[in-house]
């Protein structure tokens, strides 16, 4: 089954608690701050692979969590990282955040790596909080979680000729002719309701790949039937053969089919009517009275348009060797969102809101932010040294002034996460 969208969740491994131990060695009766750092917990990674044409293993899966970092050991042994988890997508994917829509990457070669979930840090062991006044530290880090988020899939074909045009005109005829490709062709409306690839062989050494997208209608770029969902595989194709039944089988007019579509297009995205398009007149076999295709060359003078019955294959072998041309001639510009090999797509802190204050209905002043809940985490609520610590991280961030500001007063009660606390001015 082919499928070009997928809605999942990923998590990123939480990092591994730093730990206090000391040193218990023969000999050494006063022996220091021993306790080892958490390990990292593992990323999100997707990579672009070219063996993939769909999309389908993430509508079976749609939950995805890297592993977590070990916890630190004594002896300043440092907790191992976990390994990062790698999912392979499909060359072309569109990766977006699910809740803004942001463009997060745009995977457009092989090998290209973009972290959508970036594992939690480790924590740090009680060595790390050794000063000249403070000997012998009794306090260290939990690790930090690790990102999570909905995010959307979108493949968009990367090929080099995309076939247009209304349903049932021929489109899949023509691919099953000129490739070994095996599309279903039944005579009515809509068989074609996946896009099908192959690969045309035009000479020894010469060949590119053909799409056949699925028939447009009219309203298609605001979304109507599947419009959106099939125009989004033309933005990769570097050449148009838009198809046109000039039999005037079904009481259609061509010419008419032509603008409606174009238009469809122009819609969408203004650069694909810019692009090298060539007029496919089919079912020259089953031609009726009206002279649709004498039509067509006068009423479109700056159009190839090439006679061809893809049901005899009667006329797709000129078709064939000029679109070979085209492709060589033409150079897609793709705007890529990720210009390097790995592109990370974690929040920037400074975009952040370090804390914000609210009352509740009860009177509760709630603490809340980004990094005082980053602070929050990596404390040790058993540990009374990791407690004083938290609260001296929340007095130099502003939080008792801004509190005291809002009118807090002694024996207020101040919320933060799911810990209180009885305000002391």
């Known amino acids: 089954m082919f499928y070009d969208y997928a809605k999942v969740h990923v998590k990123g491994g939480d990092g591994g608690n ?27 990674i997707l990579e672009a692979d070219n063996n993939l044409r769909t999309l389908i293993d993430f509508r079976y899966n749609t939950h995805y969590k890297a592993d977590k970092g070990k916890h630190g050991q004594g002896s300043s042994m440092h907790g191992s990282s976990a390994e990062d988890k790698i999912l392979k997508v499909p060359v072309g994917t569109v990766v977006r955040d699910a809740e803004t829509e942001q463009i997060l990457a ?18 740090r062991g009680n060595t790390h909080f050794v000063s000249s006044t403070h000997r012998a530290p009794t306090l260290a880090e939990n690790g930090d979680a690790g990102e999570e988020r909905w995010i959307t899939l979108e493949l968009k074909l990367l090929a080099d000729v995309g076939l247009v045009g209304f349903p049932n005109v021929g489109k899949s005829t023509i691919i099953s002719h000129v490739s070994a490709a095996k599309p279903k062709i039944a005579d009515y409306h809509f068989t074609t309701i996946v896009p099908n690839l192959g690969m045309v062989k035009v000479d020894e050494g010469r060949s590119f790949v053909m799409a056949d997208i699925p028939g447009l209608i009219e309203g298609a770029a605001e979304g109507a039937g599947l419009g959106h969902r099939f125009l989004r595989h033309t933005e990769r194709t570097k050449v148009l053969v838009h198809v046109l039944d000039i039999s005037g089988s079904e009481g259609r007019n061509p010419l008419e089919d032509f603008a409606i579509v174009n238009q469809e297009l122009e819609r969408y995205n203004p650069k694909l009517i810019k692009r090298p398009m060539v007029i496919a007149a089919n079912k020259t076999d089953i031609m009726g009275e009206e002279d649709y295709l004498a039509r067509l060359k006068e009423e479109l003078p700056e159009y190839e348009v090439f006679p ?21 001639q033409t150079e897609l510009e793709v705007e890529e969102v990720t210009p390097t090999d790995e592109v990370k797509v974690t929040k920037a802190v400074e975009d952040e809101v370090k804390f914000e204050i609210e009352q509740d209905e009860f009177g509760v002043y709630v603490v809340s932010g980004a990094e005082i809940e980053r602070q929050w985490r990596r404390t040790n609520f058993v540990n009374e040294d990791a407690v004083s610590r938290f609260l001296q991280i929340v007095e130099a961030m502003g939080v008792v002034k801004a509190l005291r500001d809002m009118g807090c007063q002694d024996g207020d009660t101040v919320r933060i996460k799911d810990v209180e606390f009885d305000f002391v001015d």
Do not use: C, F, H
């Open 106 to 123: 745009d995977l457009t070669a092989a090998g290209q790596r973009v972290v959508v979930a970036k594992g939690g840090r480790g924590g």
């Open 308 to 328: 061809i019955s893809a049901a005899t294959g009667e006329g797709l072998k000129p078709l064939v060797y000029r679109l070979a041309e085209l492709v060589e």
């Open 18 to 44: 730093g730990i206090v131990a000391w040193r218990r060695e023969k000999y050494v009766p006063m022996g220091g701050p021993a306790g080892g750092d958490g390990g990292n917990g593992g990323s999100i």
